[in-house]
């Protein structure tokens, strides 16, 4: 069983250079918490979000490098 799935624009985000390859790890984060379940339609739901996608780039950003 599936989660879902999510969808990047590759020729969008390859635009950006390394600051592309950023947005686009923050973008799979961000649909990938969709997934899971979270979602951002309150102040605190987004805060909750923003912090853990902030968390998880980092971490991802440490493994990429």
Known sequence: SSLG???LNQSFIG???RRGREEGTRLAIHGTLH?????HS????TM???KLEDIL???CE???S
């Open 48 to 50: 909750r979000m923003e």
């Open 5 to 7: 799935e999510v969808y």
């Open 35 to 39: 997934l899971l379940g979270y979602h």
């Open 42 to 45: 309150g102040k605190r739901d």
């Open 15 to 17: 635009r950006g250079g």
């Open 62 to 64: 440490h493994v990429i």
């Open 57 to 59: 780039f980092w971490r």
